[in-house]
């Protein structure tokens, strides 16, 4: 094992040295930092070499397999692959922000909005929305009302449930779709509320 790192720290020093003398020895011009890249990488690849020599076995260096992959038609693969999964997180992250804001929006008008769904062009009229599924009900406005104490007997409960059910008429149908006719152009025809 003593050997082993006596030959590492010698082949680190060697290494070191080659380097240094290269870089005093080229001229001072805008190459030289590339040189500085190039020894630094020797420098590295002598460090950690043995290393994983002695404790991996042999390793391969398939040099023509990295050249392939910075081949233009592999770069041109890799950057359009890259573009398709930009595309998806921006229309996620639109149709997320786009489906909030109706959300408030309509919830501003006091009705409950329980569902929404967007269908949005992804092609000619990019980000347009072309159809929008809502499941709206109706809020129903008590005024304010003061109670005094007030005494619940809870002994005799029964477990009957009971449904607030709200139905949207089509005047509260006609304001939603006024609304969203009016902030997102979408047209009264392709909203549907349920």
Known sequence: MQQFINSWASGVIVAVIIATILELILPENKNKKYIK???????????????????????????????????????????ETASIVTDQNIIKVYRE?????????????????????LEIDESKNYGD????????????????????NVEIDVSNTSNTEIKNESKLTE????IIKEFLNKNYRISAKDIYIS
């Open 97 to 117: 922000n786009l489906t909030r804001n109706i959300k408030t929006g309509i919830e501003n008008l006091n009705y409950v909005v329980n569902s929404i769904e």
């Open 37 to 79: 890249m190039v020894s630094g990488v020797f420098i590295l690849f002598t460090i950690i070499s043995p290393i994983v020599l002695k404790f991996n076995g042999n390793i391969e260096l398939d040099i023509d397999k990295y050249t392939n992959m910075l081949m233009p038609e592999n770069v041109v693969e890799v950057q």
């Open 129 to 148: 929305i072309k159809k929008i599924y809502l499941q709206v009900e109706n809020v129903e406005l008590v005024p304010e009302i003061n109670i005094e």
């Open 171 to 174: 005047n509260d149908k006609s």
